[in-house]
């Protein structure tokens, strides 16, 4: 029996206007009652404040999907950490690999956003993962080792027991359908904190959630579980609809 409750997160990306995400949520919240898991949502930065609302005093947590390395100033069209703290979100998601492939953020820029989230009193989820061509090549470990090591820079051991979650999602699984087997997430899992524990603190590094990411359904989601070093789970196209969504989050461990 694992000791850390998992954390399971839905990733909206780019879906849902307000009436559909707060429909969604409203239906949601009963089913949270019987959820083993701490459960939220990285929502569109446009319904933050409306389902942060809608979710008050309940157990989601609702949260963004990106945000600013910079604290304010002339920068169009972005948006702070103050910003989503200010319109409800607890949490943000920082180098999800869409941001890392399609609008090419590196690994020195997700740092600065996370010391930027950190700032602004929000929890971040720092996204890792190597892409198909690497994974083909055996360089996975060689990927995460040097993104774990910039992302993660300078962040104080402290903030893994509760403010930095780490997300390990195989750029090959996301979105495809090709979910990483139980075994080969849990290696690289194993590795991820192994890293955290040889670079930070080994004590920071075993209470840190690592959480598993790439086409998780809710036929697999309790297998990958029910792994030693998988503490949570980040969900994308399967959070999008309610029913696939409570079934993972009501997963049983046996
Ligand atoms: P997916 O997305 O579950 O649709 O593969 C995961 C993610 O992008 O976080």
């Known amino acids: 029996m694992k000791h850390k409750s998992p954390v399971i997160i839905g990733n909206w990306k780019m879906h849902k206007t307000i009436p559909e995400a707060t429909s969604f949520i409203k239906d949601l919240l009963p089913s949270l009652e019987q959820s083993m898991a701490r459960v939220g949502l990285a929502v569109p930065f446009t319904m933050i404040s409306k389902v942060s609302e809608v979710a008050q005093d309940s157990k989601l947590s609702i949260g963004?999907?990106?945000?600013?390395?910079?604290e304010e100033g002339p920068f169009t069209g972005e948006i702070s950490g103050r910003m989503l703290a200010d319109a409800g979100a607890s949490f943000v998601l920082v180098g999800h690999s869409e941001r890392r492939h399609l609008f090419l953020e590196t690994s020195c820029l997700?740092?600065?956003?996370?010391k930027q989230a950190l700032h602004d009193g929000l929890q971040a989820i720092v996204c890792i993962g190597e892409t198909l061509e690497e994974y083909e090549a055996g360089?996975?470990?060689?990927?995460?080792?040097?993104?774990?090591?910039?992302?993660?820079?300078?962040?104080?051991?402290?903030?893994?027991?509760?403010?930095?979650?780490?997300?390990?999602?195989?750029?090959?699984?996301?979105?495809?359908?090709?979910?990483?087997?139980?075994?080969?997430?849990?290696?690289?899992?194993?590795?991820?904190?192994?890293?955290?524990?040889?670079?930070?603190?080994?004590?920071?590094?075993?209470?840190?959630?690592?959480?598993?990411?790439?086409?998780?359904?809710?036929?697999?989601?309790?297998?990958?579980?029910?792994?030693?070093?998988?503490?949570g789970l980040l969900i994308g196209g399967a959070s999008l609809s309610l029913d696939s969504f409570i079934r993972i989050i009501q997963y049983k461990p046996l």
């Open 64 to 70: 963004a999907q990106n945000l600013s390395d910079a």
């Open 110 to 114: 997700v740092n600065r956003k996370l």
């Open 139 to 231: 360089k996975t470990q060689e990927v995460l080792s040097a993104q774990i090591q910039a992302s993660l820079k300078g962040i104080p051991a402290k903030m893994f027991y509760d403010r930095v979650i780490l997300a390990y999602e195989p750029v090959w699984a996301i979105g495809t359908g090709k979910t990483a087997t139980p075994e080969i997430a849990q290696a690289a899992h194993q590795f991820c904190r192994g890293m955290v524990a040889h670079l930070f603190d080994k004590d920071a590094a075993q209470a840190l959630i690592i959480q598993y990411g790439g086409s998780v359904k809710a036929d697999n989601a309790a297998a990958l579980l029910r792994q030693e070093d998988i503490d």
